[in-house]
Structures are given as structure tokens and as C-alpha cells.
């Protein structure tokens, strides 16, 4: 049996045993107007016409298999080598989750060690953790660590940061006692003029990210120094993919690197699971939250693995912990450590610079048309965005009928930019499909 329900005998024995004589005594403190005594179910179905129904279900999502996407905004497709689904799926994969008594899990402790190792010669950093639940997570705990490592409480972020980022810093900051500044954009990348006026005294970081949310590379050395000579720390949001060709944020002077590891072999699946990295200079290292795996020998000389430094508060008292919600997210860092170590230093540049070209090649041509104008005029990666004389939302479904995920409408959260269409292009896309969507968009 796949569900074994209590029976009445089991519930009174329950009931007698917690001191209440009945389920609604139970539940007596849930308000009348939002209790619900019963569920409008329909009847009960057996395990084959249970499963016969849910596949009809599924089967009416579609997904990247049925159309062509050219959505990015924070999620990307691109390939995904098959061994990586077979690797991950197999049980000693599947089924591991934190380690409570790490050193006997030497396994668990490699493949996170070798994960850490990955991203920080991906960041240029000095130590990596293992990991955070996404990207944004990542940013928002990269704000805590510098307002605790500077005992600032002020927090200054791009406005061309992704939205939702900012979204999140600001829910967090609001119990923290944290003040969020944003800095406008100028042309697409972050104003010095802006970030000049208002960096002080009690300002904690910069938080910036590059390529940002327009797709577009921000000029990171021209605000470090900036930052710096403030007192302040530079965190650095980042495309793990566009690493392999752009100067690492460690390069250029970032203290804190994070981001999104979604585009490191992780599915899009809907918006998750998804894998934030987070990867900082050693000084910080007792102040990054989750854990940290290292190398050592055993009394024999061997190599092995140990749990160094754990700050959880699964592991030390809640109040001493650096966060209260770092997640193990080992299966996603894995896959991530699957995909960077089948893909290699010349395979990740191949995708990077593949991403690069044929997002030029697509910004050209829906220029050409006559149809879409530049929105900015700064370098980008794989993203860009247009404006377009035709209403987005209106685009979009013409698109959408034509088996096209088209762009995202940047005026959902830049009211400024109504007529903004951001598209992304992956190495994924062909010339001929660049080319439909080209001819599709100007139907």
C-alpha cells in the first residue's frame, strides 16, 4: 500500500493520548471563518485510474521540448549533457543529504569539496560554501555578511539587479534593521553619478550585478575603487557561464561573488530546484553561512575530507548561526560539479562564446527589421534588450502561437521601459530558429 490511512481506533487513541476529546477540539484555535471541516473531493479512484488521470493532466503543460525559448530573465535554457541525468539519478546520489556525521561520508564530503573547488576558480575567490537555495538568496545573505563585517547597516543595490533580487533584499532588510539604497542606471548599467551621491559613512556594500538584469556587462572596475576607498564591501552577482570569458568578479576586486548555478547543467523545472553559489576572500570565510568542506590526511598520509566549518544552525546555537535557512541544495551543486567537470575549461568557453555570437546575430537581425530599436547602448552577453514598436504583451502571443517563448516585458517592473523586450539566446538556439523568430516577430 503506497498511503496507509489511520483508522477511527487510532485516531481516539491519539485524541486520549494528547488530552483532547476530539479533531475539531484539536483545531479549536483556527478561526471559524477559515476552517474548512470538509474537502470537496470527488470520489476515490484506484491506483491505475489515479495514475491514468494525472498523466492527463501533466500532459497538458508544455514545456522548451514543444517550443523554441527565448526567455531568459534569471533562467536559461541551455544543454544539458545526457550523462548527467543518468549519473544523478543513480541512489547513493539521490538519496544523500547532509552529512550529521560528515567525516563518514567521505563521498558527500568530495563531491562538495570538489564543487567549492569549481566555483572558486570560476569566481577568482578564495573559499566557496555548499550552497545557498538560489541566487537571490545568495545576494540577500552576501548583504548580511557585509553589514556584519563592517558593523554598517546600510545596504546600496543596482536597480539593475534583477527585481526579484531586490524584492527579497528589501523583505529581508526590513527585519533586520537594514536600510536598502538603489542606484539608478544610466544607459543600462549601474550611474556612478548616482552611486557617487549617495555612498557614506554607514554604507555596508555595493551590491551589483554583471552581466545584469538587461544583459548587459557592467564596468565593475570603474565603482571598486569607489567602494572600496568608502570602507565598503563589493559584491558581485554574476552568470556562471559568462565567467569563462569575462574577467572573474575576484579579478576585479570583489570581495563577495554569488549567483544563480541554474545554468550549470540544472533544468529550468518550472522555476526550481535551483542552486545559489556563493564564494568570498578568506577573511570572510567564519562569517559565510552554510558549510565549507576541507582537504586534509588521515593518520596513514591518505587524503580525505572534512567538515571544516559549519554555521548552521542545525549545527551550533540558533542565535550564533550566520543563517537560519542555508540549505544542503547537494543533489543541484552536484549536478552543477557534474556539468563544469564534463563541459571543462575549453567546453564552458565554447558555450559562453556560442551564447555571445548568436545573441549578436539575433540582436542584428530584429534591428534590421525595422521593427525593434536598441534600448541601450552598452556591451551584453547572451541577453538583450529592444524596444519594440508593437506592444509586448501582444508580441509575446503572436510568438506564443507560433511555438515561441518570445522576451520578457521589462515593463512589469520598469514602468519606464513599457516598450522593453529583453530576449535571450542561449547556445542552444540555431541560426534557424533565430531566424523564425525573426520572421514571426515582424508578421
Avoid at 530573465?73 to 545526457?82: Q, R, S
Avoid at 579579478?251 to 547543467?265: C, F, N, R, S, T
Avoid at 537581425?365 to 519594440?388: Q, R, V
Wanted: with cysteine.
Amino acid at each position: 500500500m503506497r498511503y496507509i490511512s489511520n483508522t477511527a481506533a487510532d485516531k481516539e487513541s491519539m485524541l486520549k493520548e494528547i488530552g483532547v476529546d476530539s479533531i475539531e477540539a484539536l483545531f479549536e484555535d483556527i478561526p471559524k471563518e477559515v476552517y474548512c471541516d470538509k474537502l470537496n473531493l470527488p470520489e476515490a479512484m484506484s491506483e491505475l485510474e489515479l495514475i491514468k488521470k494525472m498523466k492527463e493532466i501533466a500532459q497538458k503543460n508544455q514545456t522548451i521540448d514543444q517550443y523554441t525559448c527565448f526567455l531568459g530573465a534569471g533562467a536559461y535554457d541551455h544543454f544539458i549533457p545526457v550523462t548527467i541525468d543518468q549519473l544523478i539519478l543513480r541512489q547513493e546520489f539521490y538519496t544523500a543529504y547532509t552529512p550529521y556525521q560528515p567525516e563518514i561520508s567521505q563521498g558527500t564530503l568530495q563531491s562538495i569539496f570538489e564543487y567549492q573547488t569549481m566555483i572558486c576558480e570560476l569566481t577568482g575567490m578564495d573559499v566557496s560554501n555548499a550552497s545557498m537555495y538560489d541566487g537571490t538568496n545568495s545576494l540577500v545573505e552576501a548583504a548580511m555578511l557585509a553589514c556584519a563585517a563592517t558593523r554598517r547597516s546600510e545596504v546600496l543595490v543596482a536597480k539593475s539587479v534583477h527585481p526579484e533580487s531586490r524584492q527579497v533584499l528589501k523583505t529581508y532588510a526590513r527585519f533586520k534593521k537594514i536600510k536598502v539604497t538603489e542606484i539608478d542606471y544610466s544607459d543600462g548599467q549601474l550611474d556612478i553619478n548616482d552611486l557617487e551621491a549617495k555612498i557614506n559613512r554607514d554604507t555596508a556594500a555595493l551590491l551589483i550585478q554583471s552581466p545584469n538584469f538587461f544583459g548587459i556587462i557592467e564596468d565593475i572596475a570603474a565603482v571598486e575603487k569607489l567602494v572600496h576607498d568608502n570602507g565598503s564591501l563589493l559584491v558581485v552577482s554574476t552568470d556562471p557561464i559568462s565567467l569563462a570569458i569575462l574577467k572573474s568578479p575576484g579579478e576585479l576586486g570583489a570581495d563577495i561573488a554569488v549567483g544563480e548555478g541554474q545554468p550549470l547543467g540544472n533544468p529550468l523545472s518550472y522555476g526550481g530546484p535551483y542552486l545559489g553559489f556563493f564564494a568570498t576572500k578568506e577573511k570572510y570565510m567564519r562569517r559565510v553561512p552554510g558549510r565549507i568542506i576541507g582537504q586534509t590526511v588521515d593518520q596513514q598520509g591518505r587524503r580525505g575530507f572534512v567538515l571544516t566549518l559549519q554555521t548552521r544552525e542545525q549545527h551550533i546555537r540558533r542565535e550564533k548561526a550566520t543563517s537560519n535557512i542555508c540549505s544542503n541544495q547537494g543533489l543541484i551543486a552536484l549536478t552543477a560539479a557534474m556539468y563544469m567537470t564534463f563541459m571543462g575549461k575549453e567546453g564552458l568557453r565554447e558555450v559562453a562564446e556560442q551564447s555571445l555570437m548568436k545573441a549578436h546575430y539575433a540582436y542584428e537581425k530584429l534591428i534590421e527589421t525595422g521593427k525593434f530599436k536598441p534600448l541601450f547602448n552598452k556591451p551584453f552577453f547572451k541577453e538583450f534588450a529592444l524596444e519594440s514598436l508593437e506592444p509586448v504583451e501582444q508580441l509575446n502571443e503572436k510568438l506564443l502561437k507560433a511555438n515561441i517563448l518570445g522576451g520578457y516585458q521589462l515593463g512589469k517592473d520598469y514602468p519606464e521601459l513599457e516598450k522593453g523586450w529583453l530576449v535571450a539566446v542561449t547556445e542552444k538556439r540555431t541560426k534557424e530558429e533565430i531566424e523564425r523568430l525573426v520572421r514571426e516577430a515582424v508578421k
